[in-house]
């Protein structure tokens, strides 16, 4: 059962432009929400997070949105760099400790 | 600050064979520690992870193991390798008290043949 998804294997957008990945979930119980940015033949690098009592978080050019109604979160880029070129990963938590992945987002930004 | 190490960091082994690899963590105590895995195209797998020496709680069932031997040190081993065991292999710490985020290892490709 895939708790977290991205649905969007990939997403090509150009320099300067904003970047939206989303990430949609299953679980009702999920409080906190994260993004890690992943480069080939590296560990991911965390990101950005949310905790479910907002649903807004800002840090400089990103910036993640949840909607726990729609139980839907997203990460926008602004304004993208090439060297935001990578993989984004959603992660999702219940309680701490565990993390549950989605499968990942590849983002290419041309220049 | 703090640092996690990962080794080796490419492997290839043949099927049936052994394998070990070691993540330790510097400049923290008592670290949660946690082992994933990405297989080809997919996302990251929760595999094993520790809240204390000796402590380790396993999320799939499979062929694999681990130890924790040392406060900062993490193993993940196998008896037996199978071909579905190839992929990059992480290690991730956080401290048992911080918020929910990780940090991650540069990590080891393992390829079985």
């Known amino acids: 059962d895939q708790q977290v998804k991205q649905n969007s294997p990939s997403l090509s957008v150009q320099e300067g432009r904003i970047s939206i990945l989303n990430c949609d979930y299953t679980n009702s119980m999920f409080d906190y929400f994260l993004w890690y940015k992943k480069y080939p033949a590296e560990g991911p690098t965390f990101l950005i997070s949310?905790?479910?009592?907002?649903d807004k978080n800002e840090d400089g050019r990103f910036t993640v949105f949840l909607n726990k109604s729609a139980k839907h979160l997203s990460l926008h880029i602004v304004p993208s760099q090439p060297g935001d070129s990578a993989v984004y990963f959603c992660a999702a938590s219940q309680y701490g400790n565990k993390l549950v992945f989605g499968a990942g987002t590849i983002l290419r930004v041309k220049s | 600050s703090q640092t996690i190490h990962q080794w080796p960091a490419t492997l290839v082994q043949p099927v049936g064979s052994p394998l070990s690899l070691e993540c330790t963590v510097e400049?923290?105590?008592?670290?949660?520690l946690y082992w994933y895995r990405q297989a080809a195209g997919r996302g990251l797998q929760l595999l094993f992870y520790?809240?204390?020496?000796?402590?380790i709680s396993s999320e799939v069932p499979q062929n694999l193991s681990a130890s924790r031997p040392q406060d900062r040190q993490f193993i993940l081993s196998s008896k037996k390798l199978l071909l579905s065991d190839s992929g990059f292999y992480l290690c991730?710490?956080?401290?048992?008290?911080?918020?929910?985020?990780?940090?991650f290892g540069p990590g080891t490709r393992l390829t079985v043949t």
């Open positions: 400049g923290t105590s008592n670290p949660n």
């Open positions: 949310i905790s479910s009592i907002k």
């Open positions: 520790s809240v204390g020496i000796g402590q």
């Open positions: 991730a710490w956080n401290t048992g008290t911080s918020t929910y985020e990780q940090y």
